[in-house]
């Protein structure tokens, strides 16, 4: 079995900054693609940022700039650093991996999502 834990939502001022982390624990015996996603009550699950093996990154339009994704293989570990955050990103934010396990099939895990609210 694999498990994603999510930490680091919260509350945050307009303009602030917050860091976001996802561990990937369990039968792995590697790892592909790791993505962050988010949601709003009432709208579809948008990508935020995602990024490949070896290290190729995208961002949706509206973050660019600000957002930044990274991973830690050893660790097994993907990183969301949001800067200047903005009301608008408030949302669930979940991450989302491809993962070939030990025995060597390939699943696609979620996060149980983490609430970030950006608020005055």
């Known amino acids: 079995q694999v498990q994603l834990v999510e930490s680091g939502g919260g509350l945050v001022q307009p303009g602030g900054s917050l860091r976001l982390s996802c561990v990937a624990s369990g039968s792995i015996f590697s790892i592909s693609n790791m993505g962050w996603y988010r949601q709003v009550p009432g709208k579809q699950r948008e990508l935020v940022a995602r990024i490949r093996s070896g290290g190729y990154t995208d961002y949706a339009d509206s973050v660019k700039g600000r957002f930044t994704i990274s991973r830690d293989n050893a660790k097994n570990t993907v990183y969301l650093q949001m800067n200047s955050l903005k009301s608008e990103d408030t949302a669930v934010y979940s991450c989302?991996?491809?993962?070939?396990?030990?025995?060597?099939?390939?699943?696609?895990?979620w996060g149980q999502g983490t609430l970030v609210t950006v608020s005055a």
């Open positions: 989302n991996v491809d993962i070939i396990t030990t025995a060597r099939s390939i699943l696609n895990a």
